[in-house]
């Protein structure tokens, strides 16, 4: 009986848990929160790793139509991101991988992508393009 | 809810979309057809009809079949376009139209562009993201294929090993793609110009075919590619080298002897790179451009148009299985003796609507499971015709859109399948029974 | 299988623009009575058979089988009743000419209640069987002789075990070989099997062989008598 109890309660609170955190993800991620000052993984990128998370930027012009994969930038491309740094990956940008071919956004219209938040390098066959942070099976949608 | 939607993968859920559509067909069945068997009457009814059926089945199918067949066409022309594209990250012009720019270089259609010079190249080739920087000299042809000056580090990078021969090594050899007219060791003269308005005879030099690429599924399958000095000095313009030149073609060129190029290609050393050097040579002396951005864009207008299409696809199939129900209705007329003979043995009036209803979606289910068929093989007629055409290779083939389309179109034409089913329902047993 | 008594009570049925199509003040059958129904063309013989089944609509009055007036019922009450009581023979047998035999003596098994389809199908089996036709053959009923096909639309009217036997000129397409039969067939179906026959009909040897004979004449019963 009593154990009946305890396991129907730890059943609401595993229920419990994703909501609150989803809530909490409502919020558009800032991408630099993803990292610590010396450019490690910061907690909140580690607690989110594997959840659907809520990012918000711009499409990076894409180098080929018909694709799954973008670069979310947290300024409009006619800021490169990849120029003001020497490092092969800035901390303000987002490699996007979505569920199905895209259509493409305006460089300046300001997108709201939701994926599954994916930590450490991968080398994208197709590309060569090297990215740390990515969000997969994503969705975007105007902001 | 909306969460674990994302987790399935793409198939499943175009499998569950697909079952949604049909969910309000097979309910309406469900609910008609319960208690009863109509199986046995339902084939008596078809045999009985039989050319009628046919023919109702057949209008049924031809136009599910078109409809599936554009939708997947324009998927394809979409997929086809952006392979042909595929190798062309970074396009570098003089300032003018980008999509001039692009179907120039990218899709060979000929321009008139104003040219990059000396200077630019050589700033260009001198930037250290650059991996592959080459010409596109194009403005030359042979019969109708367009002659290309470049070099032969281009020609490798396009067509990854060739099928048969070497690249070129001296100004007046080429390489040939894949679907021109020429086989190694074969000579040509190019004209001045494409088309009509081609000049023959105006260059007076001969080419020999050294090389031949592979299949690229891109109007370059149609071209000749030539060292861009023996272009330059065709057209009695300086060959891109100093006096000491060995006549070996290719890079490095000398600026000051450098005619100019209306396109040069840039492989950058990553994907940063690309988007450093397209920041880099966007200013007031040239446009760098990606041409898959401007294909996306491309294909964003034809995603628009293709959502009318959609619509007038659907709204084609619905109009033509109206008037196949129309059809359906008189025709129960002639059935309505038989009917009302079932209504006089006891058979409720429920079951005449479910016969009548199982026959009108019997035609629509297998006109659209034909026509999905029939959209298979039209697509690739439709497919076949377009490569032909513009030498970029489409593959359309029939994907879960266009199982929706039909799927769709089987809901909604089961539930207008409801009215002549009606009709039949309420009609007098007793006239009827009389004959 | 005991039959149905009918009692009808100032049945008015009316056509297009009110015309009296049928005016019945009082007429009763006893269960398992052979009653032939006579009278010249549009004296109102298949409205009164229509009626009896409730095909048609009353104006007025009742129809009671059993007690049960179905003029009273809703459609799909009647249509119940139809398939439950009554056997229908047509003039022209009607059968589903794609079917088989069996297939067409049967047919209620398609509509019917799932609970009696075995039921059906047995009878309609056993029907084709003591009728002389062959109840396991396949082939289309559209391939049988008229004498024959009349016989699979009887079975047919029987496969439910109805109470009630409606006929509407069934030997009027049948040699007199083939009528004599069938009229003996039918009559012999009351009287050994208890159900009310109803048989509308202007062949002689039916009248003959029937307990009870009326006349109609402009919708209504002049003559009643037993031959």
């Not at chain 1, 993803?34 to 659907?52: I, K, N, P, V, W």
């Not at chain 1, 300024?75 to 490169?80: D, F, T």
């Not at chain 2, 389309?405 to 009709?423: C, D, E, N, R, Y």
């Not at chain 3, 022209?92 to 794609?98: G, M, N, Q, S, Y």
Request: hydrophobic residues 50%.
């Amino acid at each position: 009986m009593h154990r009946r109890h305890f396991l129907t309660l730890s059943a609401a609170g595993a229920l419990a848990a994703p909501a609150a955190l989803r809530a909490q993800a409502e919020e558009p991620l800032q991408l630099r929160r993803l990292y610590t000052d010396d450019r490690d993984f910061s907690e909140t990128a580690r607690s989110l790793e594997g959840d659907r998370v809520l990012f918000e930027g711009f499409m990076a012009p894409p180098l080929e139509a018909n694709s799954t994969f973008f670069v979310l930038t947290k300024m409009p491309m006619s800021v490169c991101p990849f120029c003001e740094t020497e490092s092969e990956w800035p901390d303000d940008i987002l490699a996007v991988y979505t569920k199905r071919v895209y259509r493409v956004a305006p460089f300046n219209r300001k997108i709201h992508v939701r994926g599954e938040l994916e930590l450490g390098p991968y080398r994208d066959p197709d590309t060569g393009f090297l990215s740390m942070v990515r969000a997969v099976n994503a969705t975007f949608d105007y902001a | 809810m909306t969460d674990l939607w994302f987790a399935l993968p793409v198939g499943v859920q175009d499998a569950a979309i697909a079952l949604a559509l049909l969910l309000p067909a097979l309910g309406i069945g469900a609910v008609a057809l319960r208690g009863f068997r109509v199986g046995p009457l339902l084939r008596a009814l078809l045999r009985r009809q039989a050319w009628i059926s046919v023919v109702f089945t057949a209008l049924i199918a031809v136009s599910v079949a078109l409809g599936a067949a554009l939708i997947a066409q324009e998927r394809g022309l979409r997929e086809g376009t952006a392979r042909a594209a595929e190798k062309f990250d970074l396009v570098v012009a003089a300032p003018g139209s980008e999509i001039t720019a692009m179907l120039a270089a990218v899709y060979l259609q000929p321009a008139d562009v104003p040219l990059v010079d000396g200077e630019t190249y050589a700033e260009i080739v001198a930037h250290p993201r650059a991996e592959l920087v080459a010409p596109i000299g194009f403005g030359d042809s042979w019969q109708d294929a367009p002659v290309i000056g470049t070099t032969a580090d281009f020609a490798a990078y396009l067509s990854g090993r060739l099928a048969e021969g070497r690249l070129f090594a001296r100004p007046y050899e080429a390489v040939a793609g894949a679907r021109v007219d020429l086989s190694v060791g074969e000579t040509f003269q190019p004209a001045h110009g494409h088309g009509d308005a081609a000049q023959e005879g105006m260059h007076d030099v001969d080419y020999e075919v050294v090389g031949r690429m592979p299949m690229t599924g891109s109007p370059w399958d149609r071209a000749l590619l030539v060292p861009i000095e023996s272009v330059w000095e065709v057209h009695v313009l300086p060959n891109g080298h100093g006096p000491d030149w060995d006549r070996v073609p290719g890079p490095p060129f000398d600026p000051a002897h450098f005619p100019g190029t209306p396109a040069v290609l840039v492989k950058a050393d990553s994907l940063g790179g690309t988007y450093v050097m397209q920041a880099a040579f966007t200013d007031g002396e040239t446009m760098a451009f990606f041409p898959g951005t401007i294909l996306a864009r491309l294909h964003a207008l034809m995603g628009d148009i293709r959502e009318v299409m959609s619509i007038l696809a659907v709204i084609t199939q619905v109009l033509v299985t109206a008037g196949v129900l129309a059809g359906l209705t008189m025709l129960t007329r002639l059935l309505a003796r038989r009917l009302a003979l079932l209504r006089a043995l006891g058979a409720p009036r429920r079951f005449v609507f479910a016969l009548t209803w199982s026959y009108a979606t019997t035609l629509i289910v297998l006109g659209a499971a034909i026509g999905l068929g029939l959209g298979i093989a039209a697509t690739g007629a439709m497919s076949a015709a377009i490569t032909a055409r513009t030498d970029i290779l489409v593959e359309a083939r029939l994907g879960w859109r266009e199982v929706h389309l039909v799927a769709g179109f089987v809901s909604l034409t089961a539930a207008l399948a409801l009215l002549p089913a009606w009709l039949t329902m309420n009609r007098p047993v007793m006239s009827d029974l009389r004959g | 299988m005991p039959g149905a008594a009918l009692e009808i009570e100032g049945l008015s049925v009316r056509g297009a623009r009110g015309r009296a199509l049928l005016d019945v003040p009082r007429f009763a059958v006893a269960a398992g009575t052979a009653l032939a129904v006579r009278g010249p063309s549009g004296a109102g013989k298949s409205t009164f058979l229509h009626a009896l089944a409730g095909l048609v609509p009353a104006a007025a009055g009742a129809v009671r089988w059993d007690g049960e007036d179905i003029a009273a019922l809703p459609e799909p009450a009647r249509a119940a009743f139809r398939r439950r009581r009554v056997g229908f023979v047509f003039q022209e047998h009607l059968l589903f000419e794609e079917l088989s035999a069996p297939e067409n003596a049967a047919i209620a098994a398609l509509y019917g209640p799932r609970a009696g389809r075995d039921a059906v199908h047995g009878r309609g089996r056993d029907r084709l069987a003591e009728l002389g036709l062959d109840p396991g053959e396949t082939r289309r009923s559209d391939t049988y002789s008229g004498g024959e096909r009349q016989r699979i639309a009887v079975a047919r009217a029987l496969a439910t075990d109805p109470a009630i036997l409606l006929a509407d000129e069934p030997t009027a397409s049948l040699d007199r070989a083939n009528a004599d039969r069938l009229a003996d067939e039918l009559v012999r179906l009351a009287h050994e099997e208890g159900r009310t026959l109803v048989a509308v009909s202007h062949d002689p040897a039916l009248h003959a062989v029937a307990d009870r004979v009326i006349d109609l004449a402009d919708g209504r019963i002049t003559e009643d008598a037993a031959p």
